[in-house]
């Protein structure tokens, strides 16, 4: 019942993993781990992100959908709830919905078997009811008022806000309590056909265990016919402009925090690219922000900053921003502080001595990696998603040139493509 397999080895790591086409078109990857524990997956390439407006400026699906699609999932015809199961099991599950995906997951030492099996049968097996709706919107509008309450969250969105003018990553991944209002047992049911495809989709398993056996019960339970459309397309414009270069509010918080975004608006259409970019930029931001970089120790010696400082780099293939987030008595002090470094280090050009230094600490903390299960999984389903295939990621970290993080820190810190979120004390 299995169409092709392909063998991905690394020499270096002495890992190997597999790629399984199944006969629905979903792919399957196994990596095979003598460790105590076995991490499994079964991710869907759809987040919020995928609700986008067609020509007509109208959304296929209410804001949030993908969220509230997770969290009803694991309710069954019988009226068992599967998170129940897998703790009969003795197996910690868990799942979430992100910009991009939606995954559900656990973990087990003990009947891997029987939390798998439950694990492809209540994804593949929906059931929604007029009232179970209802009373999911209750549960998720009061999440949403939970986290617009939450400082943190907000001043992550508004620095989304701040970033993008049309682009579905800046709409909150719960929606709104009215756009879930308008979701139905209906809408749902179209929302799990449109997207919840075999070819859509990735199962992923790390542990003890072997590619016959997990064929041999995906075979036996997932029943999803194959794909007969293409999902949903869409084909955004997004401005290679910032919408709003500041956005600030007001929170619970004892002093202001920041969020400082930087707009990515040259993502490469190769994933292989994407990759090299993806690793460039984890070394750059640590080059120019860790926290045993020249700039922080600056801020905090002269007070401008908490010990709590930190830069993240996200990509996809649609979008992609560097967050630097702390917090600050005089946030916009912080930003026109990084920006004269930034201009310090483009006349300076940067060090290649640093540079050294932290490609062995990255490469490290990558072949690090390999020693958790639930890393192993989560780190192979999003290159699979992205088209990129992690062995060559190593490849990309060992091989890195600095003329091209030199050339790559030129071109991204584009004054222009910054924007700064505050939220201040109430």
Same mark, same amino acid.
């Given at each position: 019942?299995?169409?092709?397999?392909?063998?991905?080895?690394?020499?270096?790591?002495?890992?190997?993993?597999?790629?399984?086409?199944?006969?629905?078109?979903?792919?399957?990857?196994?990596?095979?781990?003598?460790?105590?524990?076995?991490?499994?997956? &079964?991710?869907?390439? #759809?987040?919020?992100?995928?609700?986008? %407006? +067609?020509?007509? *400026?109208?959304?296929?699906?209410?804001?949030? @959908?993908?969220?509230?699609?997770?969290?009803?999932?694991?309710?069954?015809?019988?009226?068992?709830?599967?998170?129940?199961?897998?703790?009969?099991?003795?197996?910690?599950?868990?799942?979430?919905?992100?910009?991009?995906?939606?995954?559900?997951?656990?973990?087990?030492?003990?009947?891997?078997?029987?939390?798998?099996?439950?694990?492809?049968?209540?994804?593949?097996?929906?059931?929604?009811?007029?009232?179970?709706?209802?009373?999911?919107?209750?549960?998720?509008?009061?999440?949403?008022?939970?986290?617009?309450?939450?400082?943190?969250?907000?001043?992550?969105?508004?620095? &989304?806000?701040?970033? #993008?003018?049309?682009?579905?990553?800046? %709409? +909150?991944?719960? *929606?709104?309590?009215?756009?879930?209002?308008? @979701?139905?047992?209906?809408?749902?049911?179209?929302?799990?056909?449109?997207?919840?495809?075999?070819?859509?989709?990735?199962?992923?398993?790390?542990?003890?265990?072997?590619?016959?056996?997990?064929?041999?019960?995906?075979?036996?339970?997932?029943?999803?016919?194959?794909?007969?459309?293409?999902?949903?397309?869409?084909?955004?414009?997004?401005?290679?402009?910032?919408?709003?270069?500041?956005?600030?509010?007001?929170?619970?918080?004892?002093?202001?925090?920041?969020?400082?975004?930087?707009?990515?608006?040259?993502?490469?259409?190769?994933?292989?690219?994407?990759?090299?970019?993806?690793?460039?930029?984890?070394?750059?931001?640590?080059?120019?922000?860790?926290?045993? *970089?020249?700039?922080?120790?600056?801020?905090?010696?002269?007070?401008?900053?908490?010990?709590?400082?930190?830069?993240?780099?996200?990509?996809?293939?649609?979008?992609?921003?560097?967050?630097?987030?702390?917090?600050?008595?005089?946030?916009?002090?912080?930003?026109?502080?990084?920006?004269?470094?930034?201009?310090?280090?483009?006349?300076?050009?940067?060090?290649?001595?640093?540079?050294?230094?932290?490609?062995?600490?990255?490469?490290?903390?990558?072949?690090?990696?390999?020693?958790?299960?639930?890393?192993?999984?989560?780190?192979?389903?999003?290159?699979?998603?992205?088209?990129?295939?992690?062995?060559?990621?190593?490849?990309?970290?060992?091989?890195?040139?600095?003329?091209?993080?030199?050339?790559?820190?030129?071109?991204?810190?584009?004054?222009?493509?910054?924007?700064?979120?505050?939220?201040?004390?109430?």
């Amino acid at each position: 019942m299995t169409s092709s397999v392909q063998i991905f080895e690394s020499e270096l790591l002495g890992e190997t993993y597999y790629r399984v086409t199944h006969a629905s078109g979903l792919p399957v990857y196994v990596f095979p781990k003598e460790m105590s524990t076995t991490h499994a997956l &079964l991710a869907v390439n #759809y987040g919020s992100v995928d609700n986008v %407006t +067609d020509a007509n *400026g109208n959304k296929p699906f209410p804001d949030g @959908i993908a969220h509230f699609l997770e969290h009803k999932l694991f309710s069954n015809e019988d009226g068992s709830d599967s998170f129940e199961r897998f703790s009969a099991y003795g197996a910690d599950a868990n799942a979430y919905t992100s910009h991009t995906r939606t995954v559900y997951l656990f973990t087990a030492t003990d009947r891997f078997a029987d939390s798998f099996g439950e694990l492809i049968d209540f994804v593949t097996h929906p059931f929604f009811t007029k009232e179970t709706v209802k009373k999911e919107q209750g549960i998720i509008a009061e999440e949403i008022r939970m986290c617009r309450d939450n400082p943190y969250d907000r001043c992550y969105y508004n620095m &989304l806000e701040g970033l #993008y003018h049309r682009h579905p990553v800046k %709409t +909150d991944i719960c *929606g709104c309590v009215g756009s879930i209002s308008k @979701i139905t047992e209906k809408t749902l049911y179209d929302c799990y056909q449109t997207y919840y495809r075999p070819d859509n989709m990735a199962l992923v398993v790390c542990g003890n265990v072997t590619v016959e056996g997990i064929m041999a019960i995906v075979n036996a339970r997932f029943s999803m016919p194959p794909a007969k459309r293409p999902p949903l397309s869409s084909c955004l414009q997004e401005p290679a402009t910032v919408h709003r270069s500041r956005v600030t509010d007001r929170g619970q918080v004892a002093k202001p925090i920041f969020s400082i975004g930087v707009k990515d608006v040259r993502i490469p259409v190769d994933p292989a690219e994407r990759a090299k970019r993806d690793a460039a930029m984890g070394i750059l931001s640590e080059m120019l922000f860790s926290e045993s *970089g020249e700039l922080y120790n600056d801020l905090f010696d002269r007070r401008l900053i908490s010990p709590e400082f930190s830069a993240d780099y996200a990509l996809t293939k649609d979008f992609g921003f560097l967050q630097i987030s702390g917090e600050a008595d005089d946030p916009d002090a912080v930003l026109r502080e990084i920006l004269a470094y930034i201009e310090e280090q483009r006349r300076k050009g940067l060090s290649r001595k640093d540079f050294e230094r932290i490609c062995k600490v990255e490469f490290a903390e990558w072949i690090k990696g390999f020693d958790s299960t639930e890393e192993i999984a989560n780190t192979l389903v999003s290159f699979a998603f992205d088209g990129a295939e992690i062995f060559a990621y190593t490849q990309l970290l060992q091989n890195m040139d600095f003329d091209y993080i030199q050339s790559l820190f030129e071109e991204f810190f584009d004054p222009r493509l910054f924007t700064i979120s505050i939220i201040t004390p109430t």
